[in-house]
């Protein structure tokens, strides 16, 4: 069974602020991957990262940074100096167990204010 | 690029109805999807296609049938509308992973707004 858990359901921010979103996952399985979607007001879904369960090394994008650790089964987001266009819903999900089934959190709603 | 396209966006019916959603992906993926998406919830695989041929179900199957008619389409069908399937539909697909699994990046559709009375 996997399950992801996104315990922030609202987080609002002022523009410029940082902000963390916090993804933790659960698994039985030692090879999973780890991923983070974002859902703008328009509705689509956007592909951000994929991590596997072999890679650890934390990434930075832009203003956006992962930080991943087995120890916490967490897969944190973080955006730094946040804009009005990172309003959105951001997802963290998992795939594990050599399935074909993605598990999604419940997502968490950003809001970010001029 | 089209990539994933799904038609209707937006589609109203009756209880009872019947009615079939359509995906389609041109970027010759093996694996195919469909989610619903409800207040609260994320998003819950109705079924799956892992490649053509192919169709299993996910976590809400009930009420649902797919069909997965070749490589690039893959529709989703409500045989009788019930109030409890208004939801907002993903389609999705992704390219074949290394090793087993849905380990690859998955990109959706639009979505398709339903509403059911």
């Known amino acids: 069974a996997q399950k992801v858990t996104q315990a922030q359901t609202e987080i609002s921010v002022v523009e410029k602020e940082d902000v963390t979103l916090d993804c933790v996952y659960e698994?039985?399985?030692?090879?999973?991957?780890l991923f983070w979607y974002k859902q703008p007001p328009s509705g689509e879904l956007v592909f951000l990262i994929r991590?596997?369960?072999?890679?650890?090394q934390n990434e930075i994008s832009g203003r956006y940074s992962w930080n991943f650790q087995k120890s916490t089964s967490s897969f944190n987001f973080t955006i730094t100096a946040s804009q009005v266009v990172d309003s959105a819903v951001y997802f963290c999900?998992?795939?594990?167990?050599?399935?074909?089934?993605?598990?999604f959190g419940t997502g968490t709603k950003l809001q970010v204010i001029p | 690029n089209a990539g994933v396209t799904q038609t209707p966006k937006f589609q109203v019916l009756k209880t009872g109805q019947s009615m079939t959603l359509q995906c389609a992906q041109d970027?010759?993926?093996?694996?195919m999807y469909w989610y619903r998406q409800d207040p609260g919830m994320g998003l819950r695989l109705i079924y799956y296609?892992?490649?053509?041929?192919?169709?299993d179900k996910g976590e809400v199957p009930n009420g649902y049938n797919v069909s997965r008619l070749n490589k690039r389409e893959f529709s989703l069908r409500l045989e009788s509308a019930a109030p409890s399937q208004t939801s907002v539909y993903f389609c999705?697909?992704?390219?074949?992973?290394?090793?087993?699994?849905?380990?690859?990046?998955?990109?959706f559709g639009d979505g398709t707004r339903l509403s059911i009375l």
């Open positions: 999900a998992l795939n594990s167990g050599g399935y074909q089934k993605v598990t």
């Open positions: 698994t039985r399985d030692t090879t999973y991957y």
């Open positions: 991590r596997n369960s072999f890679d650890e």
């Open positions: 296609s892992a490649s053509e041929g192919t169709t």
């Open positions: 999705a697909s992704s390219a074949l992973g290394t090793g087993k699994g849905a380990n690859q990046p998955q990109h």
């Open positions: 970027m010759n993926h093996n694996s």
